[in-house]
């Protein structure tokens, strides 16, 4: 079955990167997803990454793919305040319906220190 | 556009009462689900709808039901409301099944059932 884990928490400085990590467990999801929630916000699509690909970067943010492990991380560079908000992995794979489905992380809080 | 919208935002029920939760987008979505968001286990997937006519069953459809009468409007009906249903609920859509990585959510409609 389709499982993404992702840490509770991260706390970083004001210009430093943060990396916030992700593993699932489904070897045949088809995209791979970075959601950004703030405080009493829906969610908001940051990225995504086709499973055939390893890194993907748009601006400060760099995706990183293992599909050898399993392991997906967000990598944003030059952290501000304004990044502060919770982060959720997800990934898409196709059900016996013939339809994707998106699981979803709990979500990673990153906190940016000033 | 308005995109997704979602009513209403906050909302107090009695165990026992129904409710319906709306949602709506002016985008041609075919695709459009709902979600609820938890403490501790991230988003899960309730129902989703594929186009109107035509919806199924997600991760957690246990007390909900759902319905898709045209392109633009998929409520989410509370049967007999329960403590347990107590959640942030989100709704969301996308063009097409296929093209997750374009799924865009509404602002959610926070639920207490007392």
Redesign the interface.
């Known amino acids: 079955g389709e499982d ?1 884990e992702q840490s509770l928490f991260l706390s970083v400085r004001e210009g430093d990167s943060s990396v916030i990590n992700c593993t699932y467990t489904d070897s045949s999801s ?2 791979l ?1 970075w ?1 950004k929630q703030e405080p ?6 940051l990225t ?1 990454i086709f499973s055939n690909m390893d890194m993907k970067q748009d601006q400060r943010l760099t995706v990183l793919l293992n599909k050898k492990d399993k392991h997906l991380s967000l990598r944003i560079a030059d952290t501000q305040t304004g990044d502060s908000a919770i982060y ?1 992995c997800a990934e ?1 794979l196709m059900n016996s ?1 013939g ?4 699981t ?4 990673t809080k990153l906190q940016v220190i000033p | 556009n308005a995109g997704v919208t979602q009513t209403p935002k906050f909302q107090v029920l009695k165990t026992g009462q129904s409710m319906t939760l709306q949602c709506a987008q002016d985008m041609n979505h075919e695709y459009m689900s709902w979600y609820r968001q938890d403490p501790g286990m991230g988003l899960r997937l309730i129902h989703y709808s594929v186009g109107a006519g035509i919806t199924d069953q997600g991760e957690v459809p246990n007390g909900y039901n759902v319905s898709r009468s045209t392109t633009e409007d998929f409520p989410l009906r509370l049967l007999s409301a329960a403590p347990s249903q107590t959640s942030v609920y989100f709704c969301a859509s996308s063009p097409w099944q296929g093209f997750q990585e374009t799924q865009y959510f509404g602002p959610g409609t926070r639920l207490l059932v007392l």
């Open positions: 993404v088809t995209y997803y959601y009493g916000a829906g969610l908001q699509l995504y959720f898409s319906g339809y994707q489905k998106v979803f992380g709990i979500g």
